[in-house]
């Protein structure tokens, strides 16, 4: 089957849509009542219907989904009171400069409720102006939402922008919530104490998918709905097969290794994006071949497959520098390692022995390569021959590095084994 009549491309085009859709990612966890789309549903919505002010922080790693679920949360409460919030955004990496975020401020307040901005206007001028707004809106039962994005940014300085906003909510005509994103898990202690003061110390803290969570995600993202354009019949073989492979014990091996290193959703999303670009067109569904193929994908090695452009001599030489570390040698050259080769040499009588200018060579292209680096810059004048350099590759991967070199003799892998 070609072009659009091969159900395959369809599946394949929703499932890269939904995959790069952080409202449709996080949906199921709006659910339950203990999920921090209902936390932060609850607190937004409780500060909008009661008139009251409010400020919170999000905190977890990045990746975590804490923009993601306070977007859906901010949408489902527009959807709910379109004419009752009003949204602010500022950035720390943008807005850190108090006069900048001031003048942000009061840009997105006149744009929002049609006013003329004045690009000349003062710092105190902008804050006097996000006062009234903030006491007009207030009266007029409209919440204005402050989304402070990277918030820790906005902790450097003298504070002023934290302190004018959480101070004008302290009057009972104001009518806001403040909400700071962050990924430092410490970000309400970098607060001044007059700041502190007047923070409500509300935080919601986003942690990784527990094994039940994970599960949902997994088959609420890669399961095909059977009630669309797409066939019937290929849409439940799909979940059938798809149900089988997320019970497979290697699948989980699979899942188990990859949060190990990032447990985060958005590094989950990119592992599953990468699956599905491998799905089959021909048979139409996933494998579990192909998220052993995401899974190498994902785990690149840039070192590793240096390794596999190397000569032997250039194996012979990084394997040498090893030997020296291990040897609790701290400084050495190429000199020192030229006396290694050459006991490597007497000692097992090996046919792989060069010429001193061709190591040499080789060791400046190790260089060259970023497998090895000298020591400091201080020597620029000195031969390279007589400068101290250290290995920029781990034991590890050295050792998976020649065990996947096809040619590589049996000596160096012994050598390393030792």
Known sequence: MKGRENPAEDALILLRSRICNPNFVFTPFSDSPDSNYSKLKFIISSSVTEACNNSILLLGPRGSGKTAVLELVIRDLLAEHADMISVIRLNGLLHSDDNCA??????????????????????????????????????????IIFVLDEFDFFTQGKQRL?????????????????????????????????????????????LP????????????????PVDTSLPNDYAVEFNMKLHHILGDERFKEIINTLLNSDSTVKHLLRFLFYAVCHMDLESGFLSLDNFRTAMSSIQRQP??????????????????MKRLEVKEQNSYNFNSVMKEYKGIHDAYQTSDYYARNVCLRAFEHLVQRELICFMDNRGNNQSIEFRAVKLLISSHELYQGLKSYRSCPAILRKLVDQ
């Open 102 to 143: 001031v003048k942000e401020i009061a840009r997105q307040l006149c744009v929002e409720h049609q006013l003329l901005f004045s690009k000349m206007a003062s710092f105190d001028d902008n804050s006097q102006f996000m006062i009234a707004m903030l006491r007009e809106c207030g009266l007029a039962h409209k919440t």
């Open 162 to 206: 934290l302190y004018s906003l959480l101070d004008a909510m302290q009057s009972v005509t104001s009518q806001a919530v403040v909400i700071g994103v962050s990924c430092r898990l410490d970000a309400d202690q970098l607060l001044e104490k007059r700041v502190r003061s007047r923070f409500s110390h509300r935080k919601v803290l986003f």
């Open 209 to 224: 998918p527990s094994k039940e969570d994970l599960q949902r995600l997994l088959e609420h993202i890669l399961s095909l």
């Open 303 to 320: 070192k590793m497959e240096y390794l596999q452009d190397c000569s032997i001599l250039e194996l012979y030489i990084l394997v040498c």
